[in-house]
């Protein structure tokens, strides 16, 4: 059975930093890019960083770039997602969802399994 597990959301001041963690198992790992995703209240879901298990390429969408660091751990089948000087603009729904290949294109549709989510909240 596919499983995706994410962990590490809370609720944070402004300026704190959390550390996401999306447990992976029933696929070969190696082989699927895995995503964060995150939605906001009345906002559509996106992509906001994304990790390739093949080659190590990432991907960060411009508005996290230099605050948020993705990761992957092969032996635990763990990413993590990094991520400093929140706002609360980043106050969300965080998903991981992993995509057999590399990280290409950000739309979810191309994602073949999801977690449940993580809620962050960032509060000023």
């Known amino acids: 059975e596919v499983q995706l597990v994410e962990s590490g959301g809370d609720s944070v001041q402004v300026g704190d930093s959390l550390r996401l963690a999306c447990a992976a198992s029933g696929f070969t790992f190696a082989d699927y890019a895995i995503g964060w995703f995150r939605q906001a209240p009345g906002k559509t879901r996106e992509r906001i960083s994304c990790i390739s298990n093949r080659d190590g390429d990432t991907e960060y969408v411009d508005s996290v770039k230099g605050r948020v660091t993705i990761s992957s751990d092969n032996a635990k089948r763990t990413v993590y997602l990094q991520m400093n000087g929140l706002t609360p603009e980043d106050t969300a729904v965080y998903y991981c969802?992993?995509?057999?290949?590399?990280?290409?294109?950000?739309?979810?549709?191309?994602?073949?399994?999801w977690g449940q989510g993580t809620q962050v909240t960032v509060s000023s």
């Open positions: 969802a992993a995509r057999f290949g590399g990280c290409g294109l950000s739309r979810q549709a191309l994602y073949d399994y």
